[in-house]
């Protein structure tokens, strides 16, 4: 029992209101509190770009329902350990899966089309919008691959994935890779796949109502809290309670909708999630300023994508694809600045396939994909901007800016957005 207010006005009304939201609401526009950023980093910093950020480029130069209510038979017990245990593969006759003997690469080329598996309820990152299109920022890496092996950005087949169905979709080899706001761990990595470079630097945070008036995370003390199963969450805030001590009644969903419905309807006084999600999602309330992200994290989230083991030709592409949308925005090459002839910039030339090579030919990538890639997707940065900026995510001066936005030459204290360079 939480030692929170009870409150039930409204409950009805907010219930179907909540019906309509997924983790994140499909037209979330509102702005973040002040502040937010996925992955928090304590100095304001990034304006000017450092020596290699500058090399030249040649041509282009919730209604608070605050209530805290018993949960409900829908709120299970906590049961972190068991759902992040990977079940056995259950992939049977799918023909999506690599035919005996063919590389992921081959297997994909002669689908013609690349099977990913994504978020459909995460706005921003991963969700179906008003023209029933799968969009977000996770999205778009999936559609870079698509562009890079298959010349065509479209030709993606998504494949919506609960928390809790991610290890054994992964283990069963249905998909080509998974997108989906996913942490990178020791354990996933060893058991569903491996993880390309991370996309998006994050950690876990607590959203409550407004009106709770609390201050801080460890305010929680008595508190029901909302979680989903299947995922880190659940096994961060179990962590989270037995290093504080704290008293904290747990209740566990299976997926966004049902939790985010549990926490509106007031049956928990707080919801947790990665920090980036509780934006997400806060932004898809009908107020959203009755819900405030407390401040703070209590785990390392790095969100990145995960192919199938197996097959090290395909991890090694996937890995350059990202390393192409890194260095397109480190090199200040947009969407609409794709180079086509020698430019003169060695590091451009070869990026782009005109002079030199990065591996393409061991990694079974044509020389040019890095042109299709960002003519069709953008640049890391584009990405970013297109899907995360609107939702007040503020890149600038957070771990999520480029490695090389520093704001001196002699501070070179940029992002974490790194990875390995492209020759
Ligand atoms: N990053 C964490 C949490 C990821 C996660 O699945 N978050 C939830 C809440 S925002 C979600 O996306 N759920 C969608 C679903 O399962 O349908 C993890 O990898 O376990």
Redesign the pocket.
């Known amino acids: 029992m939480s030692r929170f207010t009870k409150y039930i006005a409204g409950a009805a009304i907010l219930l179907a209101l909540a019906a309509a939201l997924a983790?994140g609401n499909q037209d979330a526009t509102t702005p973040a509190q002040p502040g937010d950023t996925g992955g928090t980093q304590p100095t304001a910093m990034a304006q000017e770009p450092t020596a290699m950020a500058m090399e030249p480029t040649a041509m282009m130069q919730q209604e608070p329902t605050a209530m805290a209510q018993e949960p409900t038979a829908m709120a299970m017990e906590p049961t972190a350990m068991a759902m992040e245990a990977t079940a056995a593969p259950t992939a049977t006759e799918s023909t999506a899966m690599t035919n005996q003997g063919d590389s992921r690469l081959a297997t994909v080329q002669s689908r013609g089309t690349l099977i990913c598996a994504s978020?459909n309820?995460?706005a921003g990152f991963g969700y179906i919008n008003d023209a029933g299109n799968t969009i977000g920022f996770d999205i778009d890496l999936c559609r870079a691959v698509a562009a890079a092996v298959l010349g065509d950005a479209d030709a993606v087949e998504f494949r919506p994935t609960?928390?809790a169905e991610r290890g054994p979709t992964m283990q069963s080899g249905e998909v080509d890779m998974m997108s989906r706001?996913?942490?990178w761990t020791t354990s996933r990595n060893a058991q569903w796949g491996n993880f390309a470079p991370t996309m998006f630097y994050d950690g876990q945070g607590f959203m409550v109502p407004t009106n709770l008036g609390l201050s801080g995370m460890l305010d929680l003390e008595g508190a029901a809290v909302c979680v989903?199963q299947g995922?880190?969450?659940e096994l961060n805030l179990q962590d989270f309670i037995n290093q504080n001590n704290l008293s904290i009644q747990v209740s566990t969903f299976p997926?966004?909708i049902s939790t985010n419905e549990a926490y509106l309807a007031g049956q928990c006084d707080a919801l947790t999630?990665?920090r980036s999600?509780l934006v997400s999602?806060r932004a898809g309330f009908a107020n959203p300023d009755d819900h405030v992200i407390l401040a703070g994290t209590i785990s390392e989230?790095p969100?990145g994508p995960v192919v199938p083991h197996g097959d090290e030709q395909w991890y090694d592409l996937v890995t350059a694809v990202m390393a192409i949308l890194i260095y397109a925005e480190a090199y200040g090459v947009t969407s609409d600045s794709v180079p086509t002839a020698v430019t003169g910039n060695t590091a451009v030339d070869r990026l782009f396939g005109l002079e030199g090579a990065y591996g393409q030919e061991t990694m079974g990538l044509s020389d040019t994909a890095a042109q299709d890639i960002i003519r069709a997707v953008g640049n890391y940065g584009e990405i970013y901007d297109r899907h995360l900026t609107p939702l007040g995510l503020t890149r600038e001066g957070s771990r999520n800016a480029l490695w090389s936005a520093a704001p001196c030459t002699d501070c070179p204290k940029g992002g974490q957005i790194y990875t390995a360079p492209l020759r």
């Open positions: 983790c978020n309820s995460l609960t928390a706001n996913t942490t989903q995922t880190t969450t997926d966004n999630t990665d999600g999602t989230e969100l």
